[in-house]
């Protein structure tokens, strides 16, 4: 959530006004940031926010970098009508984005078009200008459910497809249509929603490619999985098409599940955000952040590890978080996968690394 309050402290921030029942300013939630953790430099490099983050991915070399983009990035003034809470970052400062080497952002999500149609345009154009990949989101129907495409060694490839339910407070004038642009919107989590998409991705995909499914689902807070994200997500899995399922929009990381040899990640958790300083629902550490490094076979295409990196962010910037906070991680993913027979483990210094 690179837009608003962390927009403000990169190189070219936004118009501050936004349009929030009890702030009008973005630059409110750098100021509340400050309060608790001290101050904030302005006008930073692109990199700054990522902090430690980059150093500790490069130790991996992943093959690809996949993140969910939860923020226009426009100068349009047409806030969503009746939306309250608006996202965006300045097209200039799609840097931010290049510092951290991202090959996908997904836009299917319920702040992509927080600044109207013509904002998710300018949000599509700049992230290609920048080659940035994107999936979720685009010019018509087909365009969003497009998947966005990286080349791996051997001549195979990664298939990224994103789509967005309208549990996560998308609204359903998003949803794009054969000739409207908006997201790739699933009218509910059934069975044949679920059956539609692997049909799609059975027609794109060729022998040796790699399928990530990025859906952003369900509520901001809470550690329940509902029974409809447990079905549909194990419907993709079972169609032999896909082989990660990335899903998020709550603010916490939730229990993840090895199903047939493939994770189902059912909440990731924000990676970053603008709401340090924001008081309520401190219980689910929202300061704390995962990357997630699933390997794969590369005959079979099943999850050999999945390491996963701890990260705090102060300051607007990430850190590696400590080992008392890596510690607290490892408790919650252990008690969370439980039901899923998975737990985690305390691997080199505060990596985590899945057993299952």
């Known amino acids: ?38 101050p904030i430099p302005r006008h930073v490099d692109f990199a700054y926010v990522w902090g430690g983050a980059l150093q500790a991915l ?11 983009l939860e923020t226009s990035v426009t100068v349009s003034g ?29 836009l299917a999500n319920n702040h992509v078009i927080d600044w109207g149609f013509a904002g998710l345009h300018e949000t599509l154009a700049t992230l290609r200008a920048a080659g940035i990949r994107t999936a979720g989101a685009g010019a018509d129907v087909d365009e969003a459910a497009s998947p966005a495409v990286v080349g791996l060694d051997g001549g195979r490839h990664l298939l990224v497809y994103a789509c ?26 059934s069975l044949t929603a679920a059956q539609h998409l692997a049909d799609r991705i059975g027609r794109d995909k060729a022998a040796g490619d790699v399928v990530v499914v990025s859906i952003h689902w369900g509520s901001n807070w809470g550690y329940a999985i509902p029974r ?16 990660v399922v990335h899903g998020h929009s709550a603010h916490h990381a939730k229990g993840i599940e090895i ?23 401190e219980q689910y550490r929202g300061d704390l952040s995962l990357a997630y490094l699933p390997t794969f076979d590369v ?5 050999t590890e999945l390491h996963i990196l701890p990260m705090r ?44």
């Open 1 to 38: 959530m690179t837009g608003r309050g962390v927009d403000q402290i990169l190189p070219t921030p936004s118009d501050p006004e936004i349009f929030e029942s009890y702030v009008r300013d973005a630059r409110a939630y750098v100021r509340l940031a400050e309060r608790a953790n001290g």
């Open 58 to 68: 490069a130790r991996f070399a992943p093959a690809a970098r996949i993140v969910n």
């Open 78 to 106: 047409e806030a969503w009508p009746g939306k309250g809470i608006n996202y965006r970052m300045h097209p200039k400062n799609v840097g931010v984005l290049t510092a951290a080497r991202l090959d996908v952002c997904v």
């Open 164 to 189: 967005g339910s309208q549990t996560s407070g998308i609204p359903a004038e998003w949803g794009a249509g054969r000739e409207a642009p908006g997201i790739n919107l699933v009218d509910e989590l």
């Open 228 to 243: 409809e994200q447990r079905r549909f997500a194990r419907a993709l899995v079972d169609s032999g098409t896909v082989d």
């Open 259 to 281: 199903y047939r040899g493939k994770p189902i990640i059912y909440g990731c958790g924000d990676f970053l955000t603008d709401y340090e300083g924001i008081a309520g629902h």
């Open 299 to 303: 005959t079979t295409r099943e999850l």
């Open 313 to 356: 962010q102060i300051r607007f910037a990430l850190q590696e978080a400590s080992p008392t906070d890596a510690a607290w991680l490892q408790a919650v993913l252990t008690r969370e996968g439980e039901q899923f027979g998975t737990r985690a483990e305390l691997s080199a210094g505060t990596e985590l690394r899945l057993r299952w």
